[in-house]
């Protein structure tokens, strides 16, 4: 059975840096890419950005640009997201999710499955 | 990046009904348009991808339709753990963004 278990949940002062860790099982962890979502409270889903499991590239939401690290430790099969310089309105629920794609033209692209999220809390 | 754009945000229903959800892009996306649930509390789930293909157990009183910018998915014969949250998401271009979400309460 697929799973995605993700860090707790962080509490940090504005500025600091948050590190939320995604460990896979299940299935091979190369095989997927890993796509980070997230959703402020009570509020919509927000794509982050994406890391490739095989060769650690990334794209990333522009926003986003300069203060996002996507990384993964193939390893021990787990993906991290690192933000940096911290603001209130990061206080959300982080997903991370696996990247599924048709075969063989590998050209649509969903979520699922879902990692249970991780609450970070930005407040001074 | 292309705006996602769900109606309604908010609908009332009462168990047996028929319910559609519209979702609109801002530019064409083909067929790469998926559907999630989520419910109070847990991650998102996927109901449907390509637009209208239905993710693996997931009941087949879902369906996704639609192509180009409009977007559709019905719950026939809505259940009691169907009311929930539904999102949108286009898979076309990077960022790939999602509707606001609609809320589907019992009425």
């Given at each position: 059975q697929v799973h995605l278990v993700q860090s707790g949940p962080e509490v940090r002062e504005p500025g600091a840096s948050v590190k939320v860790s995604c460990k896979a099982s299940g299935y091979s962890f190369t095989n997927y890419e890993i796509v980070w979502v997230r959703q402020a409270?009570?509020?919509?889903?927000?794509?982050?950005?994406?890391?490739?499991?095989?060769?650690?590239?990334?794209?990333?939401?522009q926003k986003f640009q300069g203060r996002v690290t996507m990384t993964t430790d193939t390893s021990t099969s787990t993906a991290y997201m690192e933000l940096?310089?911290?603001?209130?309105?990061?206080?959300?629920?982080?997903?991370?999710?696996?990247?599924?794609?048709?075969?063989?033209?590998?050209?649509?692209?969903?979520?699922?499955?879902?990692?249970?999220?991780?609450?970070?809390?930005?407040s001074s | 990046?292309?705006?996602?754009?769900?109606?309604?945000?908010?609908?009332?229903?009462?168990?047996?009904?028929?319910?559609?959800?519209?979702?609109?892009?801002?530019?064409?996306?083909?067929?790469y348009l998926n559907w999630y649930q989520q419910k109070p509390g847990e991650a998102p789930k996927l109901l449907v991808y390509a637009a209208s293909t239905l993710q693996s157990g997931v009941p087949s009183r879902f369906s996704g339709s639609g192509s180009g910018t409009d977007f559709t998915l019905t719950v026939n014969s809505l259940q009691p753990e169907d009311f929930a949250t539904y999102f949108c998401q286009q898979s076309f271009i990077t960022p790939h963004t999602f509707g606001q979400g609609t809320k589907l309460e019992i009425k």
């Open positions: 409270p009570g509020q919509g889903l927000e794509w982050m950005g994406w890391i490739s499991t095989y060769n650690g590239n990334t794209n990333y939401k940096t310089s911290l603001r209130s309105d990061d206080t959300a629920i982080y997903y991370c999710a696996r990247e599924g794609v048709d075969a063989p033209m590998a050209t649509h692209k969903w979520l699922d499955p879902w990692g249970q999220g991780t609450l970070v809390t930005v | 990046d292309i705006q996602m754009t769900q109606s309604p945000s908010s609908l009332s229903a009462s168990v047996g009904d028929r319910v559609t959800i519209t979702c609109r892009a801002s530019q064409t996306i083909i067929n």
